[in-house]
């Protein structure tokens, strides 16, 4: 009796599933429609309701109806850093956007449509680590951590242009940095290409490191 009324219920919940699925619709936005670009790096959503895409040529902001698609201008000052591969998009407590592209890291202010071009200076070691921005993680206290091609940068607040950077030399598992993720203790969680590290706060922007790596007496499933 327990198994037939077991198999009913599993029943009922496979039926539940499959109506739910077949209500599912997708639309899709390609070139045609307007998309400056078919690879798609980044997705964000911004304090407007307006979708950013980031392409390997191009930014994109659609409104549900149309795009919009923002280049760099040599001749603008407010335009973007880059065209080319916008690997990430957040939105931030102010409601700006950081993007991390190719060839700079970027600040997107909604009421001017404009953008601030933030670069590596090699002559300046709080400029930020490299113009090759992969990841970008805004925490609970406000500070934002970019990972790049060369390292960690971190601003201390979002209105700073100083940067804190740390390499493999500091603690890094590794220099390439593809994600960052703050957890429900505040720690930081880094994932690079040769290992993960998580980052814990000893206060006055002092961290202790702790490197995660495969171990390759461990066969992999």
Known sequence: MQIRKSCFLFFLLLIGASQAFSQLSFDHLTVSNGLSQ???LSIAKDSRGYLWFGTRDGLNRYNGKSIKVYRHDDQKN?????DDYI???VKSKDNSLWIGTQRGLNYYQPKTDAFEKIYHNPKDP???SSNA???VCETKNGQVWF???QGLSMLANA???KFKNFKLKD???GNEIYCIFEDSKQHIWVGTTTGLTQIKSLGKEKFQFVNFFTNPMIPIA
């Open 38 to 40: 078919s690879t798609v």
């Open 78 to 82: 407010t335009s973007i850093s880059a």
């Open 87 to 89: 690997y990430t998009i």
């Open 126 to 128: 709080s400029s930020l």
């Open 133 to 135: 921005v992969l990841s």
């Open 147 to 149: 990972g790049t091609n």
């Open 159 to 161: 209105k700073s242009r």
């Open 171 to 173: 603690g890094l598992a």
